[in-house]
């Protein structure tokens, strides 16, 4: 399998597990480590969904925030709905975020982890 180079911010499709870890669903996924992380075996990822709702810790996109305009649907990042996954696991890479609009999930993604109210 040829290797592909995969970096923050790139829009990946992989299988993603459901919560319950009954089974998996090929979906897209925003990589969230950065390239020194990711040079390692594995990935830290984000779920993508197209079951769009505006919870806390969602961030919508469309084809606006994206560098190659690959998803025509409005979707959003579900930054709650993390994954540690094998690169090898990557199915192919399919667009990536702009990154203004990754700088704008950042404080979310924080937000999980904050002790602050």
Same mark, same amino acid.
């Not at 790139?10 to 897209?28: A, C, E, T």
């Not at 830290?44 to 998803?71: C, H, M, P, R, W």
């Not at 990536?96 to 990754?102: G, L």
């Given at each position: 399998?040829?290797?592909?180079?995969? +970096?923050?911010?790139?829009?990946?499709?992989?299988?993603?597990?459901?919560?319950?870890?009954?089974?998996?669903?090929?979906?897209? &996924?925003?990589?969230?480590?950065?390239?020194?992380?990711?040079?390692?075996?594995?990935?830290?990822? &984000?779920? *993508?969904?197209?079951? *769009?709702?505006?919870?806390?810790?969602?961030?919508?996109?469309?084809?606006?925030?994206?560098?190659? =305009?690959?998803?025509?649907?409005?979707?959003?990042?579900?930054?709650?709905?993390?994954?540690?996954?094998?690169?090898?696991?990557?199915?192919?890479?399919?667009?990536?975020?702009?990154?203004?609009?990754? +700088?704008?999930?950042?404080?979310?993604?924080?937000?999980?982890?904050?002790? =602050?109210?």
């Amino acid at each position: 399998m040829e290797k592909i180079s995969l +970096e923050q911010r790139d829009i990946v499709l992989l299988p993603f597990p459901f919560s319950n870890q009954s089974g998996v669903k090929v979906r897209p &996924a925003v990589i969230l480590s950065n390239n020194e992380f990711n040079h390692s075996e594995d990935l830290i990822v &984000a779920g *993508i969904t197209s079951n *769009i709702s505006k919870g806390k810790y969602t961030f919508q996109i469309d084809e606006n925030k994206l560098e190659l =305009k690959n998803i025509k649907d409005n979707c959003c990042i579900k930054v709650e709905n993390l994954l540690k996954i094998d690169k090898q696991l990557v199915i192919k890479k399919i667009d990536k975020v702009k990154s203004e609009e990754f +700088e704008k999930l950042i404080p979310i993604l924080n937000s999980i982890f904050s002790t =602050k109210k």
